[in-house]
């Protein structure tokens, strides 16, 4: 047994051998003198230029030369699509449409008193009270009264007086009407969903 034993180990050491040898318990191993083990990788041959990493397109379409030949393949298109919205309109708030309809009322009742003082100044410029007025005189008047005085009835301050009591009706007017109709918006919406708006961005 021991001649064997030895046998193997003289084999063993032999340069570049490879073979089988068995222990001390007598199991059969195998031995690698030289070489790499099986389950090893081969050890990479080192390259003495620099490293180029691997590149998709030739060196020659480099640049713009490039970028156009993979817009002519693919048939990108270079113009920007403009993208869309469908929103509806489900609920109105009363509130916040009472707010906007009050002060909206209000610059146009300032508009309105503006606008009548402006154009009875041009009219009293152009002499148009002064010839309508003594033509409605004349009509009018007799041998006791001169008859209706227009220039003192359509005077600056009653215009005035007048056109601003007629804005704040409207201020009330249009106030309630602007709540109540988003009442009756809500309801209506309920049923048949709201009015529906499409949104698109500018180009």
Same mark, same amino acid.
């Given at each position: 047994m021991s001649g064997a034993t *030895?046998? *193997?180990s003289a084999a063993s050491k032999t340069k570049g051998a490879r073979g089988s040898a068995a222990d001390s318990q007598g199991v059969s191993v195998t031995t690698y003198d030289e070489g790499p083990l099986p389950g090893d990788r081969p050890a990479a041959k080192k390259s003495s230029g620099p490293y180029h990493p691997p590149q998709a397109y030739g060196a020659g379409d480099g640049g713009q030369g490039g %970028? %156009? %030949?993979r817009l002519a393949r693919t048939g990108a298109k270079t113009t920007p699509r403009t993208r869309k919205a469908r929103l509806r309109v489900a609920k109105a708030d009363p509130w916040s449409v009472m707010k906007v309809s009050f002060l909206l009322s209000i610059a146009l009742g300032i508009?309105?008193?503006v606008a009548a003082a402006v154009l009875w100044m041009v009219m009293?410029?152009?002499g148009v009270f002064t010839t309508v007025g003594g033509t409605i005189s004349e009509a009018t008047g007799s041998n006791e009264s001169n008859g209706f005085d227009l220039q003192s009835f359509l005077s +600056?301050?009653?215009v005035l007086l007048f056109t601003s009591v007629? %804005?704040?009706i409207d201020?009330? +007017?249009a106030t309630a009407l602007a709540t109540l109709g988003a009442f009756v918006y809500n +309801?209506?919406?309920g049923f048949v969903g709201g009015v529906e708006l499409t949104l698109a961005e500018d180009e």
């Open positions: *030895g046998a *193997g %970028a %156009a %030949a508009c309105t008193v009293d410029a152009m +600056l301050p009653r007629i %804005a704040v201020v009330v +007017l +309801l209506s919406a």
